[in-house]
């Protein structure tokens, strides 16, 4: 036994880290850096940073492809920082806000030498912290040692890679009655991951027989349409149909996971929205931040769906994501139920982009 912490709880201190504008060290393969987030970087920290030596920039190939960049390491660019670059230049790779009205930010100095591991890891990381997926990273001697005299978190690439794709274990840690309008039978149940990330909830509606389909819904969240009631979107009016629905059905259960913006957070939704606002579709605005379409990972509606007593559903979504991703988790999909509700004159571009691009049914 030990109270060194793990990687899991090391990765959870990185992202906290990053988020506040700390560098970590990271360390694999005989090489080692310095990194940090690009979107909270302060002109201090970028040049107690180039004390140390040459400074690149980690973007995604989605990003660079934007930028004109080339990328020589399939999904990531590798971009030199020059020595006069400034706070607001990394910030303008970084942030595509400005974009439109400064399309020309080249020529770059793109690397193509030596291996991206280290920068892949970072970009993992960065956009674990959802923050802009975009890093600064400077090679450092001596990992191990260099952390502990600076007191920064040391991430071992070997170990930490892995655990970065993995969805971390969930574990139920409270639930009570809770009435609601659809139905006054409902039970709200909490999860919290091992990692240190988000909870997600569940809510069950009646008590649904275990042994056969469940009436389910996996809905991610969306602040703007849950909350506010934006028409920007579908998901308030899909919220509550599918509770209405499994109300008066007499049985179901909806999940609510924390995963913003397809997982992008709310702060890189609302860039995106502002991406929108110029002229791009919702595709579009998630690449020129430098994300996938879709960043969210599905296996965690398993996990909660498994750690409730249910291995099959009748699924309530137009996505066929969410049901090849349900079908791979070994949870059986009995059933699609179209859910089509809430179009209005200000989503329809968007639900047709998502019918388009994305593969949602109609
Ligand atoms: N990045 C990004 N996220 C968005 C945008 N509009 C809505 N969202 C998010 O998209 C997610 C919508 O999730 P779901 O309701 O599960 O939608 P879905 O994947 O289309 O699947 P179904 O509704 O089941 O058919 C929520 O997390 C919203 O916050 C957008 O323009 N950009
Ligand atoms: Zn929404």
Same mark, same amino acid.
């Given at each position: 036994?030990?109270?060194?912490?793990?990687?899991?709880?090391?990765?959870?201190?990185?992202?906290?880290?990053?988020?506040?504008?700390?560098?970590?060290?990271?360390?694999?393969?005989?090489?080692?850096?310095?990194?940090?987030?690009?979107?909270?970087?302060?002109?201090?920290?970028?040049?107690?940073?180039?004390?140390?030596?040459?400074?690149?920039?980690?973007?995604?190939?989605?990003?660079?492809?934007?930028?004109?960049?080339?990328?020589?390491?399939?999904?990531?660019?590798?971009?030199?920082?020059?020595?006069?670059?400034?706070?607001?230049?990394?910030?303008?790779?970084?942030?595509?806000?400005?974009?439109?009205?400064?399309?020309?930010?080249?020529?770059?100095?793109?690397?193509?030498?030596?291996n991206a591991d280290l920068h892949r890891l970072a970009i993992a990381l960065v956009k674990s912290a959802r923050l802009?997926? /975009? =890093?600064?990273?400077? &090679? +450092? @001697? *001596? %990992? $191990? #040692?260099?952390?502990?005299?600076?007191?920064?978190?040391?991430?071992?690439?070997?170990?930490?890679?892995?655990?970065?794709?993995?969805?971390?274990?969930?574990?139920?840690? /409270? =639930?009570?009655?809770? &009435? +609601? @309008? *659809? %139905? $006054? #039978?409902?039970?709200?149940?909490?999860?919290?991951?091992?990692?240190?990330?988000?909870?997600?909830?569940?809510?069950?509606?009646?008590?649904?027989?275990?042994?056969?389909?469940?009436?389910?819904?996996?809905?991610?969240?969306?602040?703007?349409?849950?909350?506010?009631?934006?028409?920007?979107?579908?998901?308030?009016?899909?919220?509550?149909?599918?509770?209405?629905?499994?109300?008066?059905?007499?049985?179901?259960?909806?999940?609510?996971?924390?995963?913003?913006?397809?997982?992008?957070?709310?702060?890189?939704?609302?860039?995106?929205?502002?991406?929108?606002?110029?002229?791009?579709?919702?595709?579009?605005?998630?690449?020129?931040?430098?994300?996938?379409?879709?960043?969210?990972?599905?296996?965690?509606?398993?996990?909660?769906?498994?750690?409730?007593?249910?291995?099959?559903?009748?699924?309530?979504?137009?996505?066929?994501?969410?049901?090849?991703?349900?079908?791979?988790?070994?949870?059986?999909?009995?059933?699609?139920?179209?859910?089509?509700?809430?179009?209005?004159?200000?989503?329809?571009?968007?639900?047709?982009?998502?019918?388009?691009?994305?593969?949602?049914?109609?």
């Open positions: 036994m030990s109270l060194l912490p793990s990687m899991i709880e090391l990765l959870a201190r990185a992202r906290v880290d990053l988020r506040m504008g700390l560098p970590v060290v990271l360390a694999g393969n005989g090489a080692a850096a310095l990194a940090i987030a690009a979107e909270s970087l302060s002109a201090q920290r970028l040049a107690d940073l180039r004390a140390y030596g040459e400074v690149s920039l980690a973007l995604t190939a989605r990003r660079a492809a934007t930028l004109k960049a080339r990328v020589y390491d399939s999904d990531i660019a590798r971009l030199t920082v020059p020595a006069d670059a400034d706070r607001n230049w990394v910030r303008s790779l970084a942030d595509p806000a400005d974009d439109l009205n400064s399309p020309m930010k080249g020529p770059f100095i793109c690397q193509r030498d030596g802009l997926p /975009a =890093a600064l990273l400077v &090679p +450092v @001697e *001596a %990992a $191990a #040692a260099l952390a502990a005299e600076l007191g920064l978190t040391l991430i071992n690439h070997a170990i930490a890679t892995p655990l970065l794709g993995q969805s971390s274990p969930l574990h139920p840690v /409270a =639930a009570a009655r809770l &009435p +609601v @309008e *659809a %139905a $006054a #039978a409902g039970r709200l149940h909490v999860f919290r991951p091992e990692d240190g990330g988000e909870e997600h909830y569940a809510i069950e509606i009646g008590r649904p027989d275990r042994s056969a389909p469940v009436l389910a819904r996996l809905h991610s969240a969306c602040f703007t349409g849950d909350v506010l009631g934006s028409l920007k979107c579908d998901c308030g009016p899909q919220l509550r149909g599918a509770l209405a629905q499994m109300g008066a059905e007499g049985a179901g259960v909806l999940l609510y996971l924390n995963q913003e913006g397809r997982g992008i957070g709310l702060a890189n939704k609302m860039r995106a929205y502002s991406l929108q606002d110029q002229g791009f579709d919702t595709v579009e605005a998630n690449h020129r931040l430098g994300f996938e379409d879709d960043e969210r990972d599905f296996r965690l509606g398993s996990e909660i769906l498994r750690k409730l007593g249910f291995d099959q559903v009748r699924l309530l979504t137009n996505n066929p994501k969410k049901i090849s991703m349900m079908e791979h988790a070994g949870i059986k999909v009995t059933e699609r139920v179209p859910l089509r509700v809430g179009e209005n004159d200000f989503n329809r571009a968007y639900l047709a982009t998502k019918a388009n691009k994305s593969g949602h049914m109609l």
